[in-house]
């Protein structure tokens, strides 16, 4: 099955929720949610007991988080079994993270933020350290670029506007419906950070149209 093929697509997934306040955001950044939510994300449904065995914690602990993760929308019962062997699957394709402008609420984003980012970085770590065991076909497949570009700030957001267009379908549909996957195929982590590494002029154009009166924090 090609990236192209537009197959309709299984019973689409809720819109992402938007997690912004500061206690939301705090109850997630957890080590065993983060751990489970990726591995719903990767293998669907999943009940306590067999959590454990893909995380290395007990089963009971598997249940409360993944109570905890349904508290707040993440998760939800899939339907069948009961206690741990209840199981349990994403409700949407992931969640976005938006945090309100009170101080807690941001220090709360960055720290979950962190958190997710460290277990991404620590996959491409394992890639790094491993990928002498892959066959050279999909050692050439895999991409390590960097590109630094001069953009303003709304051709910025048109970057990533144009990039989420052309990756979510692909993401949802086979995410929603595991028989889109095609055989042969494996979970590939790809990593979009764009993000600036100079800070504007002061007096620069905002993307309102308003002068940034701000310097340069300090």
Known sequence: MSPDDQDPPGEPFAEPPTLSDARRLRALTHPVRIALIGKLVLHGPLTAAEASELIDEPPSTCSFHFRQLAKYGVVEEAGGGKGRAKPWRMTTTGF?????????????????????????????????????????????????????????????????????????????????????????????????????????????VEADGEDEDEGTPG
């Not at 350290?129 to 390590?144: E, F, K, N």
């Not at 144009?162 to 379908?169: N, R």
């Open 96 to 204: 976005s993270v938006t945090a309100r402008e009170d101080p807690a609420s941001q220090l709360a984003e960055d720290a979950l933020i962190r958190m997710v980012r460290e277990r991404q970085f620590e996959r491409y770590r394992t890639w790094l350290q491993t990928r002498a065991s892959y066959p050279p076909r999909w050692r050439d497949a895999g991409d390590d670029s960097e590109y630094v570009f001069h953009l303003t700030v709304e051709e910025l957001e048109q970057l990533s506007s144009d990039l989420t267009a052309i990756l979510m379908p692909l993401f949802q549909k086979r995410m929603a419906d595991p028989s889109k996957r095609p055989h042969g195929s494996v979970p590939v982590q790809l990593l979009l950070l764009s993000h600036p590494i100079a800070y504007p002029e002061a007096g620069a």
